[in-house]
């Protein structure tokens, strides 16, 4: 069974409470009216309903009606939520009239929605810049306990002809959010991803923290904070498939691992690849992607407290349901 087909179906299986806050935003209308038809989420529109009824009728779109609405105007729904925020923020100084102000904006809301079990998860961004959806998140619900750091990654589905990692895919992270992560956050970093791997490419992790160096052939202070972050993974998820410092060829190649890093559980069998820096991740998806013509599902955020995540202003309508069929598998990854 093909990704997104699985992951649909264990989306059907498992409904989510999703939040779109973007409710006028046409692609967004016909991103849920294929959610709603295909019953893959309970989705929650915030918006006022009549307007989000009218655009979708302009739109030619009959089960939007079916969509929960709450409106960010009416203050009677807004209060409790600014209360929310209010306590939320109290170290940072924000006052209730602060947060009524801020818990009437969309972004801000949904993740309040989320944060007091009103919602599951939240996908936005066709209309607001990356920055504004993470701010919002990042301010209610925060990181998962024990994680200091979000990261992206990107499942990469590669084609027929591409014999390596596993199932057509391998995973690569931080391509996203973090431009140098120290040891620590490489470290929680690999472990989200490991987390990512299983949950959404549905694989048993296998992780390669990449260097340009493998198992001491080089030596620099780089090589130094990959080789730290390795142990330092293996100490926090000692069940963890995990090894480094490796170069990208011997974390999939098996006859290069085999020569370069002899018995180690990893090399030449990787199936997630964790990059030094977002410079090394980013890079390396959009050469995969472009080169060998590999689809680029994400960036999936790890490492939040609940499931968020951002799309590309120039997201279609099938990169909006295909992130909304990750994020609800995010979101039933977390309640395991």
Do not use: W
């Amino acid at each position: 069974m093909k990704l997104f087909e699985r992951l649909t179906k264990k989306a059907q299986e498992n409904p989510q409470r999703l939040v779109l806050p973007e409710s006028l935003e046409p692609r967004t209308l016909q991103a849920a009216e294929r959610v709603i038809t295909n019953k893959i989420a309970d989705v929650t529109f915030i918006g006022n309903r009549k307007r989000i009824e009218d655009k979708a009728f302009e739109l030619g779109l009959p089960h939007i009606h079916e969509a929960n609405v709450v409106d960010p105007e009416d203050m009677e729904v807004v209060e409790p939520y600014a209360e929310l925020l209010a306590e939320l923020r109290k170290k940072k100084g924000m006052t209730l009239e602060q947060a009524r102000v801020q818990a009437a904006n969309p972004l801000y809301l949904g993740c309040l929605m989320i944060k007091n079990g009103d919602a599951d998860a939240m996908v936005a961004g066709a209309l607001s810049p990356t920055s504004h959806v993470l701010r919002a998140a990042f301010q209610v619900l925060k990181t998962k306990p024990g994680v200091s750091v979000v990261s992206g990654a990107f499942i990469m589905l590669l084609p027929e002809h591409v014999k390596f990692g596993e199932d057509h895919m391998l995973i690569f992270a931080d391509c996203a959010v973090v431009p140098d992560p120290n040891a620590e956050e490489l470290a929680q970093i690999a472990i989200e991803t490991a987390k990512t791997t299983r949950d959404i490419a549905g694989l048993d992790p296998v992780v390669a923290m990449c260097s340009f160096s493998t198992k001491g052939s080089a030596s620099h202070e780089r090589i130094d904070k990959v080789i730290n972050a390795t142990k330092l993974a293996q100490s926090l998820a000692p069940d963890l498939k995990i090894d480094g410092e490796l170069q990208s060829d011997a974390a999939i190649v098996p006859a290069v691992g085999n020569m370069k890093a002899p018995g180690s559980p990893v090399a030449g069998h990787a199936n997630t690849l964790i990059f030094p820096s977002l410079e090394t991740g980013n890079i390396a998806y959009k050469l995969v992607q472009r080169l060998a013509g590999a689809g680029a599902v994400g960036p999936i955020l790890q490492g939040l407290a609940a499931p968020v995540n951002d799309l590309s202003r120039g997201a279609t309508v099938d990169d909006i349901v295909n992130t909304i069929i990750v994020t609800c598998n995010q979101a039933i990854g977390l309640k395991k």
